[in-house]
C-alpha cells in the first residue's frame, strides 16, 4: 500500500485491531477511551465519515497518521506510515532513501569558564533570562570549530556534555544527555530544553521543585529511569507535534502521575516564547 491508501484505513478498523472498542455514540461518531493516555471517562471522539478523531482531554486531533505518531511517539511521516502497517499487517510500499554520511562537527580548543561575555548575557537577556539566573546554571563556553574561535552559553549535562547556545548557533558538545538537577523533592518539572528551564526559573515555576531537562526529546529514553522516583511529573513541553508525542509517552508510561502544564502558555510555541511576551524588548541596550 501506497500513502494515501494508508491515509483511508478506518480509524474505527485501526483502533479495533489496537484491541479499542468504542464506549457509546453520538450524530456524529463513536467514543472511545484515549488509547494513549490514561482517563476515567471516554474523552476520544472519532468521526468515521471523515476518518477523523478528536480528543477533548488535551486538544489533540487529526488523520490516522498523526493518531499512529501520538501513539508510537514517532514524529518522521515514514515512520508512522510502519507503524500503522505493521499493526495492520499491510505491505507498504516505501521509496528509495539513500544514506548519506554527515560528518560531525569537531570541537577543539574548548575552553569553560564562569559566563561574562556582554554578547552572550545580552542574547539571553533578550530572551528574558536575568544576568544571576544565567550565570547560575550556566557557563560559557569558548571553542574552535572547522578552524575559527567562537563562543557560547554553556548548560552541562549528567554526562558531562554540553548544550550551547549564542545568536547565530544552536548545537551541543557530546555526549548527549539529560541534565537532572535533584533537590531532594517528590516532584520533578520536566523540560525540553535549557532554555524553558531558564524561563521557568525567571517565572517562580521550578519553586525548589528536582528539574530533569532533556536537552532534545530524542533524550525522553533516557530520563525514563529517573523520572520513575517522582509522584508528580510536571511536563513544561513545547506545544507542538513532537512535544505532543512525548507527553502521550510519558502518559503511557507514568499514567496520572503526569500533569501537563503547557496550558499556562497555549498561544505559545514554548514556555520562552511565553515569557518574552510577558517582557518585550524595548531597546538594544543591556540591562542586567
Not at 517565572?203 to 525522553?220: E, R
Request: hydrophobic share 35%; with cysteine; proline share 6%.
Amino acid at each position: 500500500m501506497n500513502i494515501d491508501e494508508i491515509r483511508k484505513v478506518s480509524l474505527v478498523e485501526f483502533l479495533n485491531q489496537l484491541g479499542y472498542q468504542p464506549t457509546g455514540r453520538d450524530s456524529k461518531g463513536l467514543w472511545f477511551y484515549a488509547p494513549y493516555r490514561s482517563e476515567r471517562k471516554p474523552s476520544f471522539h472519532v468521526n468515521p465519515r471523515r476518518n477523523l478523531w478528536f480528543d477533548f482531554g488535551t486538544g489533540a486531533g487529526g488523520d490516522i497518521f498523526s493518531l499512529a505518531g501520538e501513539m508510537s511517539g514517532e514524529t518522521d511521516f515514514l515512520r508512522q506510515a510502519d507503524y500503522i502497517a505493521k499493526k495492520m499487517r499491510l505491505p507498504v510500499a516505501k521509496p528509495y532513501k539513500p544514506t548519506t554520511f554527515v560528518e560531525e562537527p569537531t570541537f577543539e580548543n574548548v575552553e569553560v569558564s564562569r559566563l561574562e561575555s556582554p554578547v552572550l548575557l545580552r542574547y539571553l537577556a533578550d530572551r528574558g533570562i536575568t544576568k544571576e539566573i544565567a550565570q547560575r546554571y550556566c557557563v560559557q563556553v569558548d571553542y574552535e570549530l572547522h578552524g575559527k574561535r567562537y563562543y557560547a552559553v554553556g548548560f552541562p549535562n549528567n554526562d558531562d556534555g554540553l548544550e550551547l547556545r549564542n545568536p547565530f548557533f544552536k548545537g551541543s558538545y557530546p555526549p548527549k544527555h539529560i541534565t537532572l538537577i535533584a533537590n531532594g523533592n517528590a516532584r520533578c518539572n520536566l523540560f525540553e530544553g535549557f532554555i524553558d528551564f531558564l524561563s521557568a526559573e525567571r517565572l517562580g515555576y521550578n519553586d525548589g521543585l528536582d528539574t530533569i531537562v532533556l536537552n532534545s526529546v530524542s533524550n525522553l529514553q533516557k530520563a525514563i529511569p529517573a523520572l520513575g522516583d517522582y509522584t508528580v511529573i510536571q511536563c513544561y513541553l513545547d506545544n507542538d507535534t513532537a512535544g505532543r508525542a512525548a507527553l502521550a509517552r510519558l502518559r503511557r508510561e507514568f499514567g496520572d502521575k503526569v500533569m501537563d502544564k503547557s496550558a499556562l502558555y497555549p498561544n505559545h510555541k514554548d514556555l520562552n516564547d511565553y515569557l518574552m511576551s510577558l517582557y518585550p524588548k524595548k531597546s538594544t541596550k543591556l540591562k542586567l
